[in-house]
């Protein structure tokens, strides 16, 4: 499995402004001695002004030896592998996917290589569990992606997505659900209905785990979510976890160590309040049935 390309990017730009504040340059400096202009630097230092711009190879290795690094050294190869993780190859890049949305994009890109992922929704089904037909309805529904998606490119990349994490076996998943993403019709009856049997099945598996928050539930002060969020973190303990917020128009990313713990924290004390596993299987199975009853 490869790394996070986001993670990589953000542990090389961290690396290369250590190495420029321990040089002494500031950007100016720096770009008139290795030929790469003050706004790429910036740019690689701080990956955060548009996470989907890929660093360059070539910009990193004059950054490398105008920052007096020798190559071939330990250093050298740590800082190069960094930039080479973060530019691999990235499943969505490929033309069956490129206007699948900028917001499903940002999510994917957090979500590559991941070791877990802890999600919470309230009201709908997360992009990450959808069926193809639930995905098609809520994207036909909805024009907040942008003129430049595509329907069939954004169900295409939900379900991609679905394949690329819960799909691998390698990614622990836990999903907390507000009662009402399972008791709401956000789509014909015989579309949820597939959905609801489809979250069951993918809750056979050993690495999935979704529990529902019922209406009642006793919550903690302080601790009831705002918005959407995935809390994801990576198999390499040097790779920081991300948390993306889904605010309706844009995602947005979460990577202050203090408010990243604060959204794990969040999401233990959403999965204290909500049923049990087996609970909400059963939870899910009695919705299941009571809309079968009506159809």
Not at 88 to 113: F, H, I, K, N, S
Not at 125 to 136: D, H, K, M, N, S
Not at 145 to 169: H, L, M, N, S
Request: glycine content about 8%.
């Amino acid at each position: 499995m490869h790394p996070n390309p986001l993670a990589r990017q953000r542990r090389l730009g961290a690396a290369l402004l250590a190495l420029r504040l321990e040089r002494g340059y500031n950007h100016a400096e720096l770009s008139r001695k290795s030929g790469v202009s003050a706004s790429v630097i910036s740019r690689t230092e701080n990956p955060f002004g548009d996470v989907h711009r890929k660093p360059g190879l070539l910009s990193v290795r004059r950054l490398l030896d105008a920052l007096d690094v020798a190559r071939g050294s330990d250093m050298w190869s740590l800082v190069e592998g960094f930039a080479e993780d973060a530019v691999t190859g990235r499943w969505w890049d490929v033309p069956a996917y490129t206007r699948m949305g900028d917001g499903q994009r940002t999510y994917a890109l957090v979500e590559a290589g991941a070791s877990t992922i802890r999600e919470y929704a309230g009201l709908l089904l997360p992009g990450i569990v959808q069926t193809a037909e639930y995905a098609r309805h809520r994207v036909v529904a909805v024009t907040g992606d942008g003129p430049v998606a595509d329907p069939d490119c954004i169900v295409r990349g939900r379900i991609e997505r679905q394949r690329q994490t819960i799909g691998t076996g390698h990614v622990q998943y836990q999903l907390v659900l507000e009662e009402q993403a399972i008791r709401r019709r956000p789509v014909p009856a015989e579309v949820m209905l597939e959905q609801l049997h489809h979250l069951l099945e993918l809750m056979n598996g050993e690495q999935v785990s979704v529990r529902v928050v019922p209406v009642g539930a006793q919550l903690a002060a302080g601790y009831a979510p705002r918005a959407p969020y995935a809390h994801v973190t990576y198999p390499d303990m040097d790779d920081p976890p991300i948390v993306v917020v889904d605010n309706v128009t844009r995602s947005l990313l979460v990577t202050e160590p203090d408010e990243v713990s604060g959204y794990a924290q969040l999401h233990y004390r959403l999965r204290e309040a909500a049923l049990s596993d087996a609970d909400s299987a059963a939870y899910i199975r009695e919705a299941a049935g009571e809309l079968a009853a009506t159809m």
